[in-house]
């Protein structure tokens, strides 16, 4: 598992295990954290935009760290990146509390509230689990104070306090996995692999991605497939309501839901066509057609009433359906 990180929270991002810091691995480690920066960045603002209509919104911060002892070999990656301690800043949501507060990229996080990091979070067996700790932590600050205190080092040794109060945001964690191409949701977490091709795609249309991924999970449909089954029929009509979602979380995101289309459009021909189509999922034409109707009803919802607000007005296509259908 490459990491941890989480929207609702603090969203902390673990890193890969690397052997070496050669110059291509130090390569390596920059472009990953600006896929990093780029899923993050989008995913932001379709959490915070999206948040009145989630039921379980939960603060956030807009921080994203990483461990550099999860690269095996942390004291290369801590000189590559400045950093005095094993916990650094891999990316800051813009606009977000993290921002506002000056937070920069690659500044070592020393405290979390009165808790030393170095001291209350020694390097865990998995790896990963150190972030795992430090996410509960942050979360349960967030939840019972509505805010965390932050103390952070940067490269010249200067150091920082700031007491970041959390926004609204759904929960799901955003993570790049330093492999493949998928792009693929958990449940909780929306996951990009390095090398999935909308990382090319003009933001709008990078955000339509993430914002299908975001619905599986707004919609719970990891949850709905265990109750159903697994049936063919039933992944094509979570699928669809992921594609007729997209619209509305890209509106509330300050994105023109037309980028849904678009999106469609480009990635369509080429990946959803064909001998390429994926028979759990409708032809990317007719997806097209269900994306497209879906921005009609966007449109005459915030013409109505000023808002995108699906979580009143979006009908699932897998309500009423049991297990036994």
């Given at each position: 598992?490459?990491?941890?990180?989480?929207?609702?929270?603090?969203?902390?991002?673990?890193?890969?295990?690397?052997?070496?810091?050669?110059?291509?691995?130090?390569?390596?480690?920059?472009?990953?954290?600006?896929?990093?920066?780029?899923?993050?960045?989008?995913?932001?603002k379709l959490v915070t935009g999206n948040a009145p209509y989630c039921k379980n919104a939960a603060p956030a911060i807009g921080l994203m760290l990483h461990d550099a002892h999860s690269y095996g070999q942390p004291e290369k990656v801590r000189e590559e990146l400045g950093l005095t301690g094993d916990i650094g800043v891999q990316a800051v949501a813009p606009w977000s509390p993290a921002a506002q507060a000056g937070v920069p990229i690659d500044a070592t996080i020393t405290h979390l509230d009165a808790a030393t990091v170095t001291a209350t979070f020694p390097p865990s067996d998995p790896l990963w689990q150190r972030l795992t700790r430090i996410n509960d932590t942050v979360d349960r600050s967030l939840a019972e104070n509505g805010q965390v205190a932050v103390i952070w080092k940067t490269r010249d040794g200067g150091e920082t306090v700031a007491l970041l109060p959390g926004v609204a945001a759904c929960p799901t964690r955003f993570e790049v996995l330093s492999k493949g191409g998928r792009a693929v949701a958990d449940g909780k977490r929306v996951i990009l692999g390095r090398k999935f091709v909308g990382f090319s795609y003009d933001e709008p249309e990078f955000a339509a991605v993430v914002a299908h991924e975001l619905a599986h999970n707004l919609l719970g449909h990891r949850a709905l497939l265990d109750e159903l089954g697994r049936k063919r029929k039933f992944i094509r009509l979570t699928e669809r309501d992921a594609d007729r979602l997209m619209p509305w979380l890209l509106a509330n995101a300050g994105y023109d839901p037309w980028a849904a289309a678009r999106f469609m459009k480009q990635w369509g021909?080429?990946?959803?066509?064909?001998?390429?189509?994926?028979?759990?999922?409708?032809?990317?034409?007719?997806?097209?057609?269900?994306?497209?109707?879906?921005?009609?009803?966007?449109?005459?919802?915030?013409?109505?009433?000023?808002?995108?607000?699906?979580?009143?007005?979006?009908?699932?296509?897998?309500?009423?359906?049991?297990?036994?259908?």
């Open positions: 598992m490459r990491g941890v990180c989480t929207l609702a929270l603090a969203l902390i991002l673990s890193a890969w295990a690397v052997p070496a810091a050669s110059h291509a691995q130090k390569s390596s480690i920059r472009a990953l954290q600006k896929l990093d920066a780029q899923l993050f960045s989008v995913g932001w021909p080429k990946h959803s066509g064909g001998i390429f189509r994926k028979r759990t999922h409708d032809g990317w034409d007719e997806r097209l057609e269900y994306i497209e109707a879906e921005i009609a009803l966007v449109e005459d919802a915030i013409a109505r009433t000023g808002r995108a607000d699906w979580s009143q007005e979006f009908v699932q296509s897998t309500d009423g359906y049991s297990r036994d259908q």
